[in-house]
């Protein structure tokens, strides 16, 4: 794993731990310091095609927690 990736992954497991739930795209994206929405999307497909994450549907799952795609329009 990259530091990228590993930044992107850290940031969405201590988010959970402090929230209870997992980031959504734009709160996610505030994290990473990034402006693109579909910035973040690149991080997460990248995860998946490494296995770090898995897609189910709408959601992301990072060892049981989802991020749901759904506030996105």
Same mark, same amino acid.
């Given at each position: 794993?990259?530091?990228?990736? #590993?930044?992107?992954?850290?940031? *969405?497991?201590?988010?959970?731990?402090v929230?209870?739930?997992?980031?959504?795209?734009? #709160?996610?994206?505030e994290?990473?310091?990034?402006? !693109?929405? !579909?910035s973040v999307?690149?991080?997460?497909?990248r995860? #998946?095609?490494?296995g770090? *994450?898995?897609? #189910?549907?709408?959601?992301?799952?990072?060892?049981?927690?989802?991020?749901?795609?759904d506030d996105?329009k």
């Amino acid at each position: 794993m990259n530091k990228e990736d #590993e930044k992107t992954l850290t940031c *969405i497991k201590t988010f959970f731990k402090v929230n209870g739930r997992v980031p959504t795209i734009r #709160e996610l994206a505030e994290l990473l310091d990034l402006k !693109s929405t !579909s910035s973040v999307w690149w991080k997460l497909q990248r995860l #998946e095609d490494n296995g770090y *994450i898995r897609r #189910e549907g709408k959601t992301y799952v990072v060892k049981g927690a989802k991020i749901s795609f759904d506030d996105i329009k």
